[in-house]
C-alpha cells in the first residue's frame, strides 16, 4: 500500500513537471513568433491600412483589391478588428471583391470618441467612408456585434446596401430570451461575475498576447489560423499611460461590460446606460428593420453545445417570413466564430450566394 502512495505520488510530480516543461517550450515558442512575425505584420499595415476622419473618429480601416469591383464592407466582432479577415482576404478578393474592413470605437486603431456614439454612428462612419470613395452601393457584412451594425446600417441607409452577409449577429436581438421571471436571477449571476473578475494588465505586450493564447481559443492553433490571431492581437494589444498593457483599452467601458451596474443597465434599462453605444446593440431589433427586407441576405448560424447565441428559431422564422431574399445557412457543431472554425467552406457560401444573386461573376 505504501509502494503505491509513493508510485502514485511520483506520478503526479512527475505529470507536474512535464505540464510545466510543455507550457514553458510553449510559452519560448509562441514568445518567438510573436516577436518575429511582427515586421511582416507592419508591412502588412502599411500596404493594406489606412486612416479616415469622420465625424466622429478618426477611423482605421483596412483594404484589398480592385476599387472598380463590387465592394464588401466587413464589420467586426466585439474585442477584434478588422485583422478577423486575414485568413480568407484572400479567396474573398480572388473573388473579384473590393473588400474593407473598418475598426470601431476603441478597437484595432480606431481609438475611442469623446463624444457619446452608439452603434448607428458607426454606420455613419461607413457611409461617410463609401461616400468619400465614390461607392454607391456596396455588400455589408459583420460578424457578432459587427452584424448588429451591418443591421444598423442597412435601417440607416437601406438604398446603399446590395446585400447583407451576417454572421451569428444582427438577424436577432441580442436579448431576445430574457424573461422577467428570470430577471432577478440574471442579475445577481452578473453581479457575482463581476466579483470575481480581475482587472488584466499586463508588463509587457507579450504576457497580454499569452494570456489570450491560452484563455481566448488561440492555444492549438497553426500556420495561417495562428498568424491571424497573432496579428489581430497586435492590433489589439496597447500601451496605456502608467506603461503597462492592455487589451482593447477602454473596449469594455464603452460596449457597457466593464461593470455589473452597467451591464445590468444596458440590457434591462438601456436610457440609463452611460454608454449609447452598448444600450443601442441591445435596443436593435432586426424584426422591426428587415420587415421590409427587400435585398440579399445570407445568415451563417452556428448550432452547438457551447453556442453562445441560441438563434436557430428565430432565424428560422426571418427566412419564412422573407423566402425569396434570405438563405439561413446551419453551421453545425460549430461555434460562435464560424468563419474562424470553418474558413472554406464560409468562402465558398459567400461565393455560391453572390454568383446567385449576380454580384458577381
Known amino acids: ?38 515586421p511582416e505584420f507592419d508591412k502588412y499595415e502599411k500596404q493594406h491600412g489606412n486612416y479616415i476622419q469622420t465625424n466622429n473618429v478618426k477611423m482605421h480601416y483596412l483594404e484589398w483589391g480592385n476599387k472598380k469591383n463590387p465592394t464588401l464592407v466587413w464589420i467586426h466582432g466585439t474585442y477584434s478588428n478588422g485583422y478577423e479577415l486575414y485568413e480568407v482576404i484572400d479567396q474573398l478578393v480572388k473573388m473579384n471583391l473590393h473588400v474593407i474592413a473598418i475598426d470601431y470605437y476603441g478597437h484595432g486603431f480606431t481609438p475611442i470618441s469623446q463624444k457619446d456614439l452608439s452603434v448607428y454612428h458607426v454606420a455613419d462612419d461607413v457611409k461617410f467612408l463609401l461616400d468619400k470613395m465614390k461607392v454607391k452601393k456596396a455588400i455589408i457584412g459583420g460578424w457578432s456585434r459587427g452584424g448588429t451594425i451591418s443591421s444598423a446600417f442597412y435601417d440607416a441607409y437601406p438604398e446603399m ?15 431576445f430570451q430574457a424573461k422577467q421571471a428570470n430577471i432577478g436571477k440574471d442579475i445577481e449571476e452578473t453581479k457575482q461575475y ?34 491571424k490571431e497573432i496579428f489581430t492581437s497586435y492590433a489589439r494589444i496597447k500601451k ?7 487589451i482593447n483599452p477602454g473596449a469594455e467601458e464603452l460596449t457597457g461590460e466593464n461593470s455589473a ?31 421590409n427586407l427587400n435585398i440579399p441576405l445570407l445568415i451563417f448560424d452556428p448550432v452547438s453545445k457551447n453556442d453562445w447565441f441560441d438563434f436557430k428559431e428565430e432565424n428560422d422564422q426571418l427566412t419564412a417570413e422573407h423566402p425569396p431574399f434570405i438563405v439561413h445557412k446551419v453551421y453545425e457543431n460549430t461555434w460562435h466564430g ?15 450566394f453572390l454568383v446567385n444573386n449576380k454580384l458577381i461573376k
Open 194 to 227: 463581476y466579483t470575481n473578475k480581475k482587472t488584466m494588465v499586463f508588463d509587457n505586450d507579450f504576457d497580454a498576447y499569452w494570456f489570450m493564447y491560452n484563455n481566448w481559443g488561440i492555444k492549438g492553433k497553426g500556420n495561417e489560423k495562428l498568424k
Open 338 to 352: 464560424v468563419k474562424d472554425e470553418r474558413p472554406n467552406e464560409v468562402v465558398n457560401d459567400i461565393k455560391t
Open 261 to 291: 451596474e452597467e451591464n445590468i443597465a444596458i440590457i434591462y434599462t438601456p436610457f440609463t446606460s452611460k454608454t449609447a453605444f452598448g444600450a443601442s446593440t441591445h435596443q436593435l431589433n432586426p424584426k422591426i428593420i428587415y420587415r
Open 1 to 38: 500500500m505504501k509502494k503505491n502512495i509513493i508510485l502514485l505520488l511520483s506520478l503526479i510530480v512527475y505529470l507536474s513537471v512535464k505540464a510545466q516543461t510543455n507550457a514553458s517550450v510553449d510559452s519560448i515558442a509562441q514568445r518567438n513568433l510573436f516577436q518575429n512575425l511582427k
Open 240 to 246: 496605456n499611460a502608467n506603461g503597462k498593457y492592455e
Open 161 to 175: 446596401v446590395q446585400a447583407l452577409i451576417l454572421e451569428d449577429g444582427g438577424s436577432v436581438a441580442w436579448d
